[in-house]
């Protein structure tokens, strides 16, 4: 039996249209003192460094609106995320498809799994957890929660207002900019060889291990992208994008938009009438963990980075008159992780019995995740096509060979990849990371082996030139 089913559709439509309008907006979506942070997987929330923001833009002129969202959380799963697409698109006119939503991943942030939120509740009913030890004898057995479902339908009825105020002083497009730029000393690749020739996947996200800083960075993606939208020759909106994860320290609560958001917002004050927009890229097995020491002072290092290039991305853009769009869109069913200690009835299990909080955190993340594929659910990747440029938004996690093997596909083009769309999946690895037994995939992986054909598959139909 195959494990991993996979259908596809792909959607064209080509829009003509004389004028484009776009709307730009931005929503708090701090959390709450207490509430969940990377779906209870560190501390909650206990104070507030910098608030969290979700930025995004409607763009108007041609049969359907597009809207574009990127979060600074952590992720959005499941029926949250139908349900942001929806009141989206109901908001600005559209369908969901057109909806693009995008997280930075940033980890003191939440993770929003309704379902997952519920299986807990339900579990902790039966309390039989509370029977076992306690992971240490100093710990105190504890309530799991992935997140606050009623704050995210909060968040939701204020994006739609924001959207619909925006959507009240729109501002014209007559041209769309295409910029990049290489960073320096930033990213690196999970996986390394050391001196001995073995093939280790234990960089993260901060090190102080000198074999770990010395090793080459790695399969990385060095370009960070602008995609702007111009009034002539007035700049209105510069969305940047970069395959990193954005993490310099986290964990003990403390709410941060971390380096990446630092950046965005330096760059929104010093070019105040510019809309500043940030999206991670692909970015499952790609760390700061070579340069990052995990301090202070290494946020402030990042930061300064990750600035300068999106100051040389706007330098460097060149600007194509905006005079149609196109829109594709594939479906990919992705299949239900089923190794050993993964299958349903696996995490049944430890959402049942495990003493550790985020144990059963993680497994009930995983069955909500096990819930939607059975409901024959499929992950849509949606691609705006200015023509010379595309924008891609890819579900979850996925490493970023899958970046790369995008942008590949369309090497004559200015190709635009953000990740972390739909996050049930969590990370979607390529097959030598299950061959090479890649550590990362202990936790968080929901999906099964042999999924990068499928992946690729969709990838390949959804890039696909206009014939």
């Keep these: 039996m195959r494990p991993l089913l996979c259908l596809f559709a792909l959607v064209p439509c080509t829009l003509h249209a004389a004028g484009f309008r776009i709307a730009t907006f931005e929503v708090d979506v701090t959390v709450p003192l207490g509430h969940s942070c990377m779906g209870g997987g560190i501390a909650p929330a206990r104070k507030i460094v910098e608030p969290l923001q979700a930025k995004g833009f409607a763009l108007f002129g041609g049969e359907k609106p597009f809207v574009v969202l990127a979060f600074d959380w952590c992720e959005i799963r499941g029926s949250a995320y139908d349900d942001w697409r929806e009141a989206l698109a109901e908001t600005a006119g559209t369908v969901p498809e057109r909806v693009m939503l995008t997280s930075t991943h940033v980890h003191d942030a939440p993770v929003m799994d309704p379902e997952a939120e519920f299986l807990l509740h339900d579990a902790e009913k039966s309390g039989a957890w509370k029977s076992l030890p306690a992971p240490e004898p100093k710990d105190a057995i504890q309530l799991a929660s992935v997140c606050w479902p009623d704050f995210n339908r909060l968040c939701i009825k204020r994006a739609c207002q924001a959207l619909g105020e925006a959507m009240r002083h729109q501002q014209t497009v007559t041209h769309f900019g295409m910029g990049k730029a290489k960073v320096k000393d930033v990213a690196s690749n999970r996986r390394y060889v050391s001196p001995d ?94 340069f990052n020491r995990g301090d202070p002072a290494s946020r402030v290092a990042l930061t300064e980075k990750i600035h300068a290039a999106m100051v040389e991305s706007l330098r ?41 909080p985020f144990g059963r955190a993680e497994a ?53 990849v953000m990740g972390y769309g739909e996050c049930g999946p969590g990370y979607i690895p390529v097959e030598r990371a299950w061959q090479e037994h890649d550590t990362n995939l202990h936790d968080w992986t929901w999906v099964p082996p042999g999924s990068e054909e499928p992946m690729k598959t969709a990838i390949r139909e959804v890039m696909a030139r206009p014939q």
Excluded at 320 to 327: D, I, K, R, V, W
Excluded at 339 to 353: D, P, Q, S, W
Excluded at 384 to 405: K, R, T
């Design 197 to 290: 020739g073995q093939t280790h996947y234990n960089r993260m996200s901060r090190t102080t291990d000198p074999v770990i800083q010395a090793a080459d960075e790695g399969l990385i993606d060095p370009w960070l992208r602008t995609l702007s939208f111009w009034d002539g020759d007035n700049p209105v909106c510069a969305m940047h994008s970069y395959a990193v994860h954005p993490m310099s320290y986290y964990g003990s609560g403390d709410v941060s938009i971390d380096f990446v958001g630092l950046a965005r917002e330096l760059l929104q004050k010093e070019m105040p009438a510019v809309f500043q927009i940030y999206a991670s890229g692909c970015s499952g097995n790609v760390t700061a963990g070579k």
């Design 316 to 356: 460097t853009t060149q600007r194509q008159p905006l005079t149609n769009l196109g829109f594709h869109l594939a479906r990919i069913a992705l299949g239900a992780r089923n190794t050993v200690g993964f299958t349903e009835e696996a995490l049944r299990y430890r959402l049942n019995h495990e003493a550790r």
């Design 364 to 416: 009930a993340m995983g069955l909500a995740w096990y819930a939607r594929v059975k409901s024959g659910h499929q992950i849509e990747l949606p691609v705006i096509d200015f023509g010379p440029a595309q924008l891609l938004l890819l579900p979850a996690e996925s490493y970023v060979e899958y970046q790369l093997y995008a942008e590949g596909l369309r090497p004559e083009s200015f190709v635009m």
